[in-house]
């Protein structure tokens, strides 16, 4: 790929896709500003910079000032990956309003919340992408709130990919199935689960992280927006 190296803003970025995306920009010079309750990392030799950015994207006015400072004045966003997200299982039976705030607000509001805080810093040609995930296009037994705050992922993507397209900015999303994370590999489903997936496996987190490389910054992007793409080995089809 050609493109200049550039500065993304990846969140959710200490664990699962979030720090894949992280490696798969350092891997090609960028500078990654890593936000995520727990300070990120980056592997040794890394050719790009990693910035690491303690902050919770339910904080839009905390959020904003860490985001400033360790952005500086002037400089530029070309990528934002909103990856940071929260999946416990609710039922009707189960839910409580604090789970339902914990939810939509880390999965929804985050995601508007990282957005709206480099907002200003986007150019044309500056790209976002919004993790979902199938979940917000087939039901997911057990999993009633998360659905919904990924649904809502997928609409919010759309609006703010008509809302940013006259100053040329795409936005699109990601919607993985299983994917091989720390979190899912301690469910000991995995198993079942790439058994019951028509490509016959689960998804490696670098795979996906290679996405929103695609989708953002990737040689044929920029006639993509609106868009949420569906990463599930055919697991989901729409
Ligand atoms: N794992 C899967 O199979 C799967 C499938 C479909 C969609 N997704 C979605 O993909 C995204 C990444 O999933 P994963 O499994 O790789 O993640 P993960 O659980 O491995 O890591 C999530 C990261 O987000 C951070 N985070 C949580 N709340 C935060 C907050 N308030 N502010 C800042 N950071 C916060 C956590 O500290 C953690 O480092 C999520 O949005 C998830 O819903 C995951």
Do not use: C
Request: hydrophobic share 50%; net charge negative; proline share 5%.
């Amino acid at each position: 790929m050609s493109s200049p190296a550039g500065t993304a803003v990846v969140t959710g970025a200490a664990s699962g896709m979030g720090r894949s995306t992280v490696e798969a920009f350092l891997r090609r010079g960028w500078t990654v500003v890593a936000v995520d309750l727990v300070a990120s990392t980056a592997p040794a030799g890394s050719p790009g910079t990693l910035i690491p950015v303690v902050a919770d994207v339910r904080d839009r006015d905390a959020l904003t000032t860490a985001l400033d400072a360790a952005l500086g004045p002037d400089r530029a966003v070309e990528v934002v990956a909103n990856i940071a997200g929260v999946y416990p299982p609710t039922t009707l039976d189960t839910y409580d309003e604090a789970t339902y705030r914990r939810i939509f607000d880390i999965n929804v509001l985050g995601v508007l919340n990282v957005t709206a805080a480099v907002r200003g810093r986007l150019r044309e040609g500056s790209s976002v992408v919004n993790f979902a995930s199938t979940d917000a296009f087939t039901v997911s037994p057990g999993q009633l709130l998360y659905g919904a705050s990924k649904a809502a992922v997928v609409m919010l993507t759309k609006s703010l990919a008509l809302e940013l397209a006259p100053a040329r900015i795409r936005v699109n999303g990601i919607a993985p199935g299983w994917v091989a994370t720390p979190g899912n590999a301690a469910t000991g489903r995995m198993d079942a689960a790439a058994a019951s997936i028509p490509l016959g496996r689960v998804a490696q987190p670098e795979e996906i992280a290679e996405w929103v490389w695609l989708l953002s910054v990737g040689e044929h992007a920029a006639f993509i927006t609106g868009e949420t793409l569906m990463l599930s080995g055919g697991a989901a089809m729409r």
